[in-house]
């Protein structure tokens, strides 16, 4: 399904990753980067359900409802 070209992060992408992982290497107040894990934590649970729902939409689009473990309810937005 993903190539090995697909995991490769392009040079901008690594370079704010990059920034990022300095920015938290240098911060001191627990509390705030405790704060921030917890958001982190929240957007990636979000955006990883609104990918199951991207992908259950497109295998019901393309004919394979049937693969998908629980019930497919999908908007017809």
Not at 16 to 42: A, F, G, P, S, Y
Request: charged share 35%; proline share 0%.
């Amino acid at each position: 399904m993903f190539s090995e070209d697909d995991f490769k992060i392009s040079m901008e992408k690594e370079l704010r990753l990059r920034m990022v992982n300095d920015e938290i290497n240098h911060c001191d107040d627990i509390d705030e980067l405790r704060k921030q894990l917890i958001n982190v934590t929240r957007l990636f649970t979000q955006y990883q359900h609104l990918l199951e729902i991207a992908v259950k939409q497109l295998m019901v689009q393309d004919g394979y409802a049937f693969l998908t473990s629980d019930k497919i309810e999908i908007s017809k937005e």
